[in-house]
């Protein structure tokens, strides 16, 4: 218990040192890594500052003529202009409502995935009109009516009873694992068994709803359903497992001392959850945007604020996590100062788990940021399903492309061998396609008048940047005696299955 | 676990006996905690949908629920449907659990269940036991994945769980067929595809390297291992036209030719012998909720092809004692019939069967109630299958795995093997 109270205090007054008040964050890791005797990585160069916000923030590389126009772009600010331009397109809300879903609802488990595509339909709307993070989180949590008309109820639909949505609410929003003391008292953590059903006795009344009478279209797996709802029934209790009496638990929040007895429970447990005092919430969503971005969480796994654990850099989350609160919950905002942080904009250089953030962590693209980043360097008219999964670091395409249309949701969700996924960069129909009928090398060879600029072309819309000499030269040594447009065609190919490609560098 | 020794054999042995079975890693089975491993490799049958065990393995033909099949008398001794003739021939290699029982009745999760022994967790992801297997039992230089799924047509979302995607199964959409992935592409000649490949390797080796130093080392050994399994075995495995056709016939053919599911299993046998440890077929269908005795009957007769042929052909080829099958969906269904003529999902009771790998055949584990409603003796669910095939595998059920929060997670969830199916 001594241990919680300890963690209450020092989560719920973020404060810090005298003299490293007034300091951000960026200073404050800094300054943690010259006590190490680390230096940091210089800032990245603008082509690596490009493509990478791009995938961040829009899922896909940028244009050839998007790079061009960066790297010779004179604004000294052109960095936070780019940022600012990223962060108000209609591809930020697609993507990060995608990247929401899978954080939010995972992976498919069956019948109970039923209105997936309703779910991200509302993280998409809330993303694009940035609806501050609390009211999306009360939203959820208090969520009653029919799933096609409240999309928010999807998320508690989801599992299937009280001990599961606890489990999943706690983590996801205050990133604390409660669900080993379902069973029993935590092993590491100080949550008992108790904790856990006084938290769970919120949900003690939520109803999953399945009528037969209304027929609606489910709109992921495209199907008639009966209409699904969640609502909240006047009474409904939780019991303490295995004690000798069955025994009601009345609801208590998390590290309180007191029950409580609110009128409906869901909306008490969200206005707790997402009050700026609660000692979790603003910390848990800034490590996980944190994590998002830079590859790894000040905690992590991001949802393990275990209360044993403590982050790398404390004063450097507890600062951000103040921000986040004065702003109202501002997720865009949050996005934009960690855009523009050095930490952020640091060359990459690979993982160095002893000290995190001396430099940034090269990150494998996510299936969606893989297909569209192959269609867009083909100039391949291409559109990424509504249902796929973000959820597993891809480098390459589920399956055959050409069926998807059929058969998308089957075909392409599944996760496969890596082995497997090398075949289909190799192989598989999308770069196929991408490269044999999309638009970019006709154009290529159309507009650009020698091949030195054509393979610098295909450089920037491919690894967003201009070759070394060295690396045109390799290409200029192929094209020599073969016949030029299928030789084009296979320099493409091998850019897009060079490492770099499927990385975010 | 049985002890392979007994203790005359261990006095017999002497220290420097023991010393060497310690060597030997016999040492485990000496103390009676591990068997010497029996399946060298497992083939799992997974018909997605849920059977009905009544029309299938666990006949009623007394009960108002039993249906319009009639039960034959197999050769073990046991009576199952009609439609399965060929099985009744290979009984006795056969046996027969009519006391499973499972809690999860939606596909999805039931399907979970049966894959990994584990109920579906809210931030858990449980491999697999194809994935174990992999893991477990396959070397990293081989030519062939380790884990290898045919004709999936479902999706629990689940690659290796948190064994890593490495052990997640290599993916075959038609059975009979080599994937375009693994052939040259149509419009390419070989001689292109060498080019690209050379130049690809030119490139990463002069520049990859250094940009992407650990990934494209990474990259390497991944694009090493896929020039292995394009010209290896496994495409020489996954071309059926190399079987007479006498063989293919005998999977299972019908009106539309050979079956998916016929071939499917011919090909898991060329998998295993090539050095795969785990194929996992998917027969789907039996989700049967209308019109069941007629779709039932046609899934009983490509299942009764297909798993008695895998059963002769590893036989007759002496490899049916090192190769486990287990044929099992993720539940049964009603003993009711509703009124569609079809049965509905049903987890209280339900049948699967296995065969080989060191699995004692001809027997029936446990029964179900008169109607085929209710588990009446025995109950056994999948985790004790799970460390069924651990056991027989070598495999310590009790091993543990770690989550990324660095939560132990056993091999098998807190189940003991069927004892009385290990030979």
Redesign the interface.
């Known amino acids: 218990m001594t241990i919680r109270i300890a963690l209450l205090l020092a989560l719920g007054t973020a404060g810090g040192t005298q003299e490293s008040k007034g300091q951000s964050f960026d200073e404050r890791i800094e300054a943690e890594l010259k006590k190490a005797g680390v230096r940091p990585a210089p800032l990245c160069d603008d082509a690596d500052f490009l493509r990478r916000v791009s995938l961040d923030l829009a899922g896909v590389i940028p244009t050839p003529e998007e790079v061009v126009a960066f790297l010779d772009d004179r604004n000294s600010q052109k960095r936070s202009k780019k940022i600012d331009q990223l962060l108000a397109g209609a591809e930020f809300a697609d993507h990060w409502a995608r990247i929401w879903m899978v954080f939010l609802i995972g992976t498919p488990l069956g019948d109970a995935d039923l209105g997936r595509a309703w779910f991200l339909e509302y993280l998409r709307d809330s993303l694009a009109r940035n609806q501050r993070y609390d009211r999306v989180v009360r939203e959820i949590l208090a969520a009653e009516g029919n799933l096609d008309e409240n999309k928010a109820a999807v998320y508690l639909y989801r599992w299937q009873d009280a001990a599961d949505q606890t489990s999943a609410a706690v983590r996801h929003f205050l990133g604390v694992q409660l669900r080993c003391a379902q069973c029993h008292d935590h092993p590491f953590d100080s949550w008992t068994q108790r904790d856990f059903w006084a938290t769970a006795a919120f949900f003690a009344r939520a109803t999953r709803g399945y009528s037969e009478e209304e027929i609606v279209m489910e709109p992921t797996y495209g199907f008639e359903i009966g209409r699904l709802s969640l609502t909240e029934a006047e009474e409904g209790e939780v019991d303490l497992p295995e004690s000798r009496h069955a025994m009601k638990l009345p609801p208590r929040f998390l590290g309180e001392k007191t029950d409580t007895n609110p009128k409906h429970r869901r909306k008490a447990l969200a206005d707790w959850m997402t009050s700026p005092k609660n000692p979790w919430f603003a910390k848990a969503t800034v490590n996980r945007i944190w994590g998002i971005l830079l590859g790894r969480g000040f905690v992590h796994p991001v949802d393990d604020f275990g209360t044993s654990k403590t982050p790398v850099y404390p004063e450097a989350l507890n600062r951000l996590a103040e921000e986040f609160v004065r702003s109202g919950f501002d997720l865009r905002a949050l996005i934009r100062r960690v855009l523009n942080s050095r930490t952020y904009q640091r060359a990459s250089r690979p993982a160095d788990s002893k000290h995190p953030f001396a430099a940034a962590e090269r990150r494998r693209m996510s299936r969606h940021q893989y297909f569209t980043s192959v269609a867009r360097a083909g100039d391949f008219d291409f559109t990424f399903p509504v249902e796929i999964e973000e959820r597993d670091p891809a480098m390459g395409p589920a399956t055959e492309m050409k069926d998807f249309k059929e058969d998308y949701l089957y075909q392409i969700q599944r996760a496969n061998s890596p082995v497997e996924k090398t075949l289909l960069r190799m192989n598989g129909s999308l770069v196929i396609d991408a490269i044999v009928s999309g638009k970019r090398l006709p154009k290529t060879l159309e507009t650009c008048d020698t091949n030195e600029k054509r393979i610098e072309w295909l450089f920037l819309a491919s690894l967003s940047r201009r070759p070394t000499v060295g690396e045109r030269d390799v290409f200029l040594d192929y094209l020599d005696g073969k016949e030029e447009y299928p030789a084009y065609e296979d320099i493409l190919w091998t850019l897009l299955n060079s490492t770099e490609f499927g990385v975010n560098r | 676990m049985t002890c392979d020794c007994s203790r005359r054999d261990l006095l017999k042995v002497g220290s420097g006996g023991l010393l060497a079975m310690l060597f030997s890693g016999k040492l485990g089975s000496v103390f009676g905690q591990e068997q010497a491993a029996r399946a060298k490799a497992c083939i799992f049958l997974f018909m997605y949908g849920g059977p009905s065990h009544i029309d299938t393995w666990d006949p009623k033909p007394k009960s108002p629920c039993g249906g319009t099949f009639r039960p034959i008398r197999t050769k073990a001794g046991y009576e199952i449907c009609e439609h399965m003739p060929e099985i009744a021939k290979v009984s006795t290699k056969i046996s027969i659990i009519r006391s499973m029982t499972s809690k999860e009745v ?7 269940y049966l894959r990994t022994g584990y109920r ?6 449980h491999p697999p036991l194809g994935s174990i297997f992999a893991k477990e039992l396959a070397r990293d230089d081989a030519d062939v ?1 380790p ?1 290898v799924t045919i004709s ?9 769980g948190l064994l890593g ?7 075959l ?1 038609t059975p009979g067929e080599v994937p ?3 052939a ?2 149509d ?1 390419l000649s070989e001689e ?1 595809q060498s ?2 490949l050379r ?2 390797e ?3 080796k ?3 390297e250094q ?6 080392a990474l ?1 390497r050994s ?2 090493q ?2 020039a292995r ?2 010209k290896g075995p496994l495409r020489r495995a996954l071309d059926l036209s190399r079987e007479e056709d006498s063989v293919r016939e005998a999977y299972g053919k019908n009106d539309g030719g050979y079956t998916p599911f016929g071939q499917s299993c011919l090909t898991a046998r060329r998998l295993v012998e090539s050095g795969v440890k785990f194929v996992e077929i998917t027969h789907q269908g039996w989700d049967t909720h209308e019109n069941n005795f007629d779709l039932t009957r046609d899934l009983c007769r490509e299942t009764d092809a297909g798993f008695a042929a895998l059963v002769r052909d590893l036989d007759r080829r002496g490899v049916l004692d090192s190769t486990l099958i287990v044929w099992a969906g993720e539940f049964g269904r009603t003993p009711n019939i509703n009124a569609q003529g079809g049965r509905d999902h049903h987890g209280d009771v339900f049948s699967i069967a296995l065969a080989g790998g060191g699995i004692r055949g001809g027997l029936v584990v446990g029964a179900s109630d008169p109607d085929g409603s209710q588990v009446q003796h025995r109950a056994v669910t999948f985790p004790e299958v799970m460390a069924t095939a651990a056991a027989l595998a070598g495999l310590n059920p009790e091993k543990e795995y770690s989550t ?2 660095e ?1 132990p997670i056993k091999l098998v969830d807190d189940a003991r093997p069927i004892r009385e199916l290990i030979s």
Not at chain 2, 106 to 112: L, M, N, P, Q, S
Not at chain 2, 211 to 216: F, L, N, S, T, V
């Open positions: 939606d596909h999805g999760r039931g399907a979970y579906p967790q809210e931030s858990v992801e994945p884990f999936p047509g479902f999706d629990t979302g689940l690659g290796a995607e490495v052990w997640s199964p290599f993916i959409d375009s992935t693994l040259c592409p419009i292109r080019d690209r130049l690809l030119e490139y990463e002069r520049f990859g940009r992407m130093e650990g990934e494209a990259a991944l694009h291992k896929a399994y394009r990324p929060e939560r």
